[in-house]
């Protein structure tokens, strides 16, 4: 989010979009499309600008935030998932393991750090939040976020995100795979592929 408009990105080949969205009233203000031959993925804000990941295809397309339209795209190695800005650097997902640094201006690669819990490697990460020097992740086909320190990739907390969905919103719905921190405040925005509502929620202990 920024500004008061949520920023999504869709996926799916030949279907992938990119919009701005009230939130309130769910009106989409402004849609921009993918080629057919692109699946699209994370997407995050760094200024007046969107970084938006491709799945296989190794390409980061840069747009304009205002308008979305896309001003340079930028190869990369490896598949895209999640994307998110912690301020100063990107942090990107493939699904594996690993979180990768990147520089916002140029995409170029600045590190990599492998994410544990009690020593053992946490993969199937996917969609990515920063916030407050914490890096959110959940894990592909799971209800689980990850809260992760990107400076040890220890995995500092885990949220059970189950039970939002009805018995029978599940059978329609697919993996959750959408998360994005409410500016200035501790709430979160979480959704899933074809998930029927965008949920607003607070992480409390259990």
């Not at 080629?35 to 995050?44: R, S």
């Not at 397309?61 to 308008?67: F, G, Q, T």
């Not at 994307?83 to 990107?90: E, I, K, P």
């Amino acid at each position: 989010m920024a500004d008061g408009v949520l920023f999504e990105g869709t996926g799916l080949r030949g279907e992938s979009a990119v919009r701005a969205i009230d939130p309130t009233t769910g009106r989409v203000l402004r849609e921009t499309r993918l080629p057919a031959d692109l699946f699209g993925e994370g997407i995050t804000i760094t200024g007046d600008r969107i970084w938006q990941l491709t799945w296989q295809e190794g390409v980061a397309i840069e747009r304009d935030r205002n308008s979305l339209a896309e001003l340079r795209r930028v190869h990369y190695t490896g598949e895209g998932w999640g994307v998110c800005h912690d301020g100063s650097r990107l942090v990107t997902s493939d699904g594996s393991a690993r979180l990768t640094f990147r520089d916002p201006a140029t995409f170029t690669e600045t590190g990599q750090v492998v994410v544990r819990a009690g020593g053992e490697e946490v993969d199937r990460l996917n969609e990515l939040e920063c916030v407050g020097g914490q890096v959110w992740a959940n894990l592909w086909g799971s209800d689980d976020i990850a809260r992760i320190d990107p400076a040890t990739g220890q995995v500092t907390a885990v949220v059970d995100a189950s039970g939002l969905l009805s018995p029978q919103e599940q059978r329609g719905a697919d993996v959750l795979n959408g998360i994005a921190a409410v500016p200035g405040t501790d709430e979160f925005l979480l959704t899933g592929k074809y998930w029927p509502h965008l949920y607003l929620v607070r992480f409390v202990p259990a």
